[in-house]
Structures are given as C-alpha cells and as structure tokens.
C-alpha cells in the first residue's frame, strides 16, 4: 500500500427526504431524478467508500483487513479490533427524518444477538439492529438547520401541550403537571405512543387545528403543521411540543449521546457517529416503527440544548468538544495567512473540502496532491505529518479525543 493520502469515492444514500441539488452541487454533478440524502464516508460494510490502490478501486474495510495498522495506527487497531471506529457523512434533509434514538452498547449487543438468533435477515424492514454497536454522533449545520433533540424541561411541555391540546390530553397534562420528573416523564410518553386508534385521531386533530390557527406564535406550532401535513395520522408530530427545537446556524452542531430522542426538519450539515446503523424508530417515517424497543432505549431526563462551537486548537483548525472516544470532528479554514500543519498523526483522519482548492504535502512527498470543492481523503496513520495550503473549508474527522490526546 502506498504511504499517502488516498482519494475516497464514496457512496450515495438516497432516502425519500433528502435533497435533489445539496450533495449533487457539493460534488459537481448534475441535479438527479431522486433525492441524495446522504453521502458516506467511512468503511461501514453496507456501504464503504473505495479507495484506489495500485491503479485499483478497493473498499475501505477491506483495505484496512489488509493493512490495519497501517490505515488506522497501533492504537486505534487494538482498541476498536481493527475496524474504523466513526462513520462520516453529508446530510442534505429537504423533508423531515423520522422520530428516533440509537441504542447504548449493551442494548446494541443484546438486540443484534437476539434478532440473529430470531433468524431475521440484516435486510429485513423489520429489523432493528443492523450491527451491535452504539451509535453516539454529532451533526453540525453546513446551512440553517432545524432539529429536534432530547426532552424538554417539563415546564415548557406542560405549558405547550395547555395551548396545543387542552381537552383530548387533560388528564395526561395533569398527571404530567403534578409528577415533573424522569418516571412521570416516562409513563406520560408511553401512554402518548399506545393509545388506541381513536383517541390517537383526537388528539392529532385538536392538535393540529389549534396549531394551525397559532402557528405565528411560536415555532413548535409551525413545525406541528408542517408534520401533520406529512403524517395526518402520527402521533409523532406532537413531538415539537416534548423535544427541544433548534434551528442551528452554519458551523454551530449538536452532540447526541445513546438514548437521545430526536429528528432532523431541515438543512444541511456534516455529520459523524461511531460506525454504527442502527436506528430505533418511534414516528414521523413509513419506515418500521417499534415503540416498545425505542423506550427501553430512551433517556427520560429532561434538560435544555447544549449548543456547540468550535475550539481553537491547531494552526488553521477548531475542534467540536464532545465526550466520544470513537470520533472527534474538527473545521480547518486555509488562506494566504494560514497553512494548515498536522505534525503528529495518531490514527486515521477524512478530510473532506467543502469550499475552495488547495494541496496536501505529506512526510518527504516530492509533489502535492490538488483538491477542490467535493473532494475527499483518508490520511493513514502511516503518514507521520502533513499539511495543507491554499484557500479552502474542510472538515476533519478523526478518532475521539480519549485515544489521540
């Protein structure tokens, strides 16, 4: 394997809610008759990105099998068995994502044991676990992002669902009133998600029309319309009522721990994640819905958005501070002014280049290697330092702080 920065081509998600323009003009192509949703970079087994090698295009994982400390460091190798520990993304939402959490390791690793022992296919729509790993991640908005993430305090709860649903959900709201707290918050969420058929409509449709004749009020109220003029029928568009709702500003992210309740509206972002697919579904998708397995996963502890910024750390770069020991994301701005230096490269790094052009030189290379807008590299570990001019916005994804500190 040649010691330098390999160019990635990468696969395409392309999920009804995604984007006809977004990832398609991030990587000069022309617009497409179904929308890209998302764009991996990484080697996750569904869709790994290829890599060429000796004038051949190879997945990602396999390389790695093949030349693991390598690619991924002494380090990274041991500790994540050598598989490449974060999975990177391009996340283009023009409709909104379903309602949902990922599951913790020892829910992860329970699920996927028992779904194959059950003999359910990996492909199967019914399936919940697609690997037993965790899934912690962190989206930071490339445009205005709107989202939803983690329960709300429960005083702001009680007070929208007054003004949303005073009469089909009295008791609820009560209840909810008289016992503000994780066990209260639970069994008020569970008894919203299973109630029967009829009392479901009733209380979308009181939902919805006093949302709509509001809707100027205030946002959760706009966003509950524009849900049930998806999902008429969901109890999930109350959901902007009992999340915290955020519209992100370009280069602010969120941080999503395993258990989080959440959904992403609208907007575009970069997004990293342990290496995991699996997804537990309450609402909002015609995907499988499983409500049961979806609360044995959630965190009923309500609190309030921690928005991120970046960090200065390196010349050039600002880090996003989160607690995940599988990845670490980080913004590098080059100009006239500033080059970019990497002088310690612990374990394996993506570079993606979302404006601009520029060069990478590695170690003692005699010439750089030229990038531009939509173009992306995987740095092996192998690869003792590098640094990268020019005028251009990358984003960085690399192994979490706890190993490369």
Known sequence: ??????????????????????????????????????????????????????????????????????????????????????????????????????????????????????????????????????????????????????????????????????????????????????????????????????????????????????????????????LYEIYPEDIGILSPIFLNLVCLQPGEALFLNSGEMHAYLNGTGIEIMANSDNVLRGGLTSKHVDVAELTRALSFQPHSLDILTPQDRLSCEKVYPTPAEEFSLAVIHIDDNCTHRADKVLGPEILLCINGLGKIWWNDAEAPIRFERGDSFVIPASISSYRISGQAEIYKASVGELLTS
């Not at 996750?44 to 000796?54: E, Y």
């Not at 380090?75 to 913790?104: C, G, I, M, W």
């Not at 020892?106 to 199967?124: C, D, S, V, W």
């Not at 066990?183 to 029967?196: K, S, V």
């Open 1 to 226: 394997m040649e010691n330098k920065p390999l160019y990635l081509k990468n696969e395409i998600q392309d999920y009804s809610w995604g984007s006809y323009s977004f990832i398609q003009d991030l990587l000069g192509t022309e617009q497409t008759d179904v929308p890209w949703a998302e764009l991996w970079m990484g080697a996750h087994p569904k869709a790994p990105s290829k890599v060429q090698v000796n004038d051949e295009w190879q997945p990602l994982d396999r390389l790695i099998e093949q030349h693991p400390e390598e690619i991924l460091g002494p380090r990274t190798a041991r500790r994540f068995n050598n598989t490449l520990p974060y999975l990177f993304k391009v996340l283009a939402a023009e409709q909104p994502l379903s309602l949902q959490a990922h599951p913790d390791r020892e829910q992860a690793k329970n699920g996927f044991e028992r779904e194959n022992h059950e003999g359910i296919p990996l492909t199967a729509p019914h399936r919940n676990y697609k690997d037993d790993r965790h899934k912690p991640e962190c989206i930071c908005a490339l445009t205005p992002f709107w989202a939803m993430e983690g329960f709300r305090p429960i005083s702001e709860m009680v007070e929208l669902l007054s003004h949303a649903c005073p009469k089909a959900l009295s008791d609820a709201i009560e209840f909810l009133r008289q016992n503000p707290n994780e066990n209260g918050l639970q069994r008020f969420f569970e008894a919203l998600m299973t109630l029967p058929e009829p009392k479901i409509q009733q209380v979308i449709d009181e939902t919805a029309a006093n949302a709509i004749t509001n809707q100027a009020q205030n946002d959760e109220f706009r966003w509950i319309k524009t």
